[in-house]
């Protein structure tokens, strides 16, 4: 068999994984809400309380949900031209996802100390490498066209390298920002992913 | 490559996600049962009855498994007709899946406070939020027979639609019920797929 | 799009359910492995004999990651035949999920409790329940050649429904027999794959 | 339908099980990072200190992910020459996958206990299982080319062999070594993967 045959089989299996990855991160980020446990005595008054105060959990949680969704539909669209994969595209793949993956950690992290700056500031570096590790594997994937298609247009390839910066930049000035206020830095990384909706579909198509 | 072929391609993987999030959901409904820890000493009397004690856990189990089950085949059978996605129905599907994630917390708040109100009002509008979604891909999908076949019947279309709505006004009802009676509304929750079966394997034919 | 083609399309979908339903139970599985806690002081001495503790844990889960590896092998095999499936399949095959992943459960309890008779009795059940769903939408699919192919060999037919029976009586017998030894049931649960595993083989060929 | 074919589909649905398993280990590896609980008196300067304290539990994970990352790499290219299967590599297969299920509780203990000899000897004989059964399915495999194309170079056969048989070695060589200085052994499990890495990439060309 050819190194090419090889290199799309390869292709076939890393989605695969990439997909089960997203699936079970989406899954197990709910896995922060705990059922509170309220002696039966005070359970009318208190239970709803204790689902309330659930809130900050609620809001990190659907904020994570929206970004793994992006990062999902970005990965989606990239390989719609990525054809192939060799070896060192997959070790930067199974990086990739090492922090796909810890997620659901620093989500949570940011759910329990939500006005704490080092829970911010880890949350926000967690994003951080994502998108350095997106960046990487776009850049080598399309370098001298390596891996995508040979008549791919190259204004795509630099918008969506273009569309990841942009983010990269929004998740570091929301890291800065935490030290003067920790909402708008979470506010920061709520809107990115809405921010960038929009215009990269634009480009992108 | 041509949008149509890139949306076609998206579509598989959108499926292979959701495939992965209902496996997964399925799975770890049963986390909610928790091996009984009992002193030695009073095992042989204690150990059954705990695990009798489980009874409600199990009774929202199965309610759960059911729904996600309902919920799975719709998926699959509207997925049937829907040939291609946008990045707006994917954003839709993202949030569905949110909500479906979602199902094991409310189910296990249902199964330890069985008998309050605000458990099986959370569960209820769990399962309407999903419906809702669900009706709503369902519309963006079908209008102008955006992503469907051109030559899908109409009246196939306003069926599963229907489908969708009855099961939205049932719950409901259940979530309205659960003032009056909290049983009710639970058993509700348990006939409405069940009730549904057969005229919409009627109509969807 | 005719029925026919649809009940194809459900079966692939239904496949990667059940598959993703497999893998996670086979993983999950291993969350009875609790990493023990050990005060500091007495760590050297007290860690391995921890450690070795476990082992009635450990025999419990190659148990049932065998019995899981047998159904899944089973299930491969009966998809080889079955090709398409409808609607009272599908809810049959969701029921058989519903049960599968409660093995983890069943397999904690008998891991915490395996000489007590509930738990040999409850981890016998689950099995039982999952055979009698297996022959069910195997007689089902076969019936008339309702969804398999016509030329299907009708001694395979009941080859595999003989196959299913012989375990379903072996793990009747563990049941009964946890009254008298429950060491006894357990090898029980043990050996019936391993013995089934040559004849079936030689059968279904 | 021919037992060729049956076996080619069953390659299909333990491919889909392999990277099933693999893309849950890889996320709940992750459960061992437990969002530390810290008084709110004291939150400032006790929560940065604690998430600090979780790094050998970290660099454990990064060592975990990276060797499944390896493994599963090494099954991929495996798959690439192995065209079908039969009953026996079936199961060898399910044996290979239980003990990949058991990485996340030997990780975890490694991570508590990193200065434990028990704890870096239970690590290591989990690789030493999973590479014998890696051996074993490759040996059974292309043995009188059983399963693979009979085109298949031989070079390529030994070489993929003797890749694991060296990572045999180095894992056993820690494992001894962990009488004399347990940190080396944990970082002879680091490097094996990346030592690997350059010389198999150019032998299995």
């Known amino acids: 068999m050819s190194d ?4 799309i089989l390869s292709r076939g299996r890393l989605i695969a994984l990439t997909d089960g990855v997203f699936a079970i991160v989406m899954t197990i980020l709910t896995f922060q809400f705990v059922v509170p446990i309220v002696p039966v005595s005070v359970i009318d008054s208190e239970l709803p309380k204790k689902l309330i105060e659930l809130w900050p959990i609620f809001l990190c949680h659907v904020t994570s949900f929206v970004i793994l969704g992006y990062f999902w539909i970005i990965h989606d669209r990239q390989f719609h031209h990525i054809k ?3 070896r ?6 199974i990086f990739y996802l090492m922090f796909i993956a810890v997620i659901p950690f620093s989500t949570q992290l940011l759910g329990q100390y939500i006005n704490q700056k080092i829970a911010i500031i880890t ?8 998108l350095s590790l997106n960046y990487l594997y776009w850049w080598y994937a399309t370098k001298n066209y390596r891996l995508v298609d040979d008549n791919l247009n190259f204004k795509l390839i630099t918008a969506a390298s273009r569309k ?3 983010a990269f930049i929004f998740y570091t000035i929301a890291i800065i920002m935490s030290f003067v206020n920790g909402y708008f830095s979470i506010l920061l990384y709520i809107i990115t992913p809405i921010y960038l909706f929009i215009p990269v579909e634009r480009k992108l198509r």
């Open 123 to 130: 949350y926000g570096l967690n994003l951080i490498v994502i």
């Open 84 to 86: 192939k994969v060799d």
């Open 164 to 166: 990841i910066l942009i």
């Open 88 to 93: 060192t595209f997959l070790w930067i793949s």
């Open 4 to 7: 090419e045959n090889r290199f």
